[in-house]
């Protein structure tokens, strides 16, 4: 037979109890200002997404393009070698149909997220991202697509300058 503990030593507080003041609280709201560095090839990745462009790193030892781009070879234990611009076209590798939005909020029409990899970089070198222009009927893996970037004067720098990757039209590059 299992016992069970039906009342816990001290007094349990529920939210409420904060709420009405019942609980000794402080509230501050720092003026906490920070910068960081994304390092030297985060920064250019980022940098060029603004462009509108993909880049990775060249790595000399293992001939493999490395994406998103590193200046340091995990494989090789060597700095990689150069700069190369690569498609804004790829495959998918994995993918989820969320029916949680970004703030765990039930939804009813899925959002589309995963992992593509791009043409011109090494296999299995890819980001994280939406999917659009098709149906969670229609999307699967090695489905090849194509990035959807905003205009240029709304980009600023991030993977969020892509919108979404869609469904590579037929004969399109
Ligand atoms: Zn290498």
Known sequence: MTS????????????KDFYEGKVTQVRS????????????????????LQNG??????????KRILFPPRMFCEECYRPT????YIRDTGTIETFSISYLDQDAKRITEP?????????????????????G????????????VKAVWKPAEEREGSVLDIRYFRPLKEGEA
Not at 4 to 15: M, Q, T, Y
Not at 53 to 62: D, E, M, S
Not at 81 to 84: H, P
Not at 111 to 131: N, R
Request: aromatic share 8%; net charge neutral.
């Open 111 to 131: 959002i589309l997220v995963g992992v593509v990899s791009l043409d011109g970089a090494s296999p299995k070198m890819g980001m994280m991202h939406y999917f």
């Open 81 to 84: 070698d150069e700069w190369r």
């Open 4 to 15: 069970r503990i039906a009342k816990f030593p001290g007094v349990e507080l529920h939210s």
């Open 29 to 48: 709201r720092p003026d906490a200002r920070y910068e960081f560095s994304a390092g030297e090839a985060m920064s250019r990745f980022l940098e060029e």
């Open 133 to 144: 222009e098709m149906t969670k009927d229609e999307i699967r893996i090695g489905m090849r």
């Open 53 to 62: 462009k993909l880049i990775a790193r060249t790595c000399n030892g293992c």
